[in-house]
């Protein structure tokens, strides 16, 4: 099962590191992590991880707490929260297709943030479950390169 934990940490070298001894050690698998500073000495990191067992996160959650550089762990994934996902997706496009694309990727409200000669580049935020039916949208028109940044939210309230 996916799960998303929510990780305040001190903003210092090694921190990610350990986090993800800890993940290791306990054979959890990483989906995605995005850090982000949030104050001077204090950094979010969202971790999607995919786990057999509710007990197995918990767990997870426990030794993440025990970690001295870490402030607080939680799990979201039943809160009410936020969670988004950039992607920026290069697409061969010849002068043809361009606006056939165009109106493909508007109901995503996506953006051309690129142009040149023989592709462009189209950038989307949204959920997961949006990026992935965005990038089979474009599959058919050719994607040359594709960078996603992995999910980061909030929870709601």
Do not use: C, W
Request: overall charge positive.
């Amino acid at each position: 099962m996916r799960r998303i934990l929510m990780a305040m940490v001190y903003n210092k070298s090694g921190v990610l590191s350990r986090i993800t001894s800890v993940l290791n050690r306990r054979q959890v698998n990483i989906e995605s992590i995005s850090v982000g500073e949030v104050e001077s000495d204090i950094s979010r990191m969202t971790i999607v991880v995919k786990v057999d067992t509710l007990s197995e996160v918990e767990q997870v959650t426990k030794q993440l707490n025990k970690q001295i550089e870490v402030v607080k762990v939680s799990d979201i994934t039943t809160d009410p929260h936020i969670e988004r996902e950039l992607a920026l997706i290069k697409v061969s496009a010849p002068a043809a297709t361009r606006s056939e694309i165009q109106a493909v990727i508007a109901p995503f409200r996506a953006d051309i943030v690129d142009v040149a000669q023989r592709t462009i580049v189209v950038q989307v935020v949204g959920t997961h479950e949006k990026i992935n039916a965005f990038i089979d949208v474009l599959r058919p028109y050719g994607i040359k390169q594709l960078a996603r940044t992995g999910i980061t939210g909030l929870k709601r309230g």
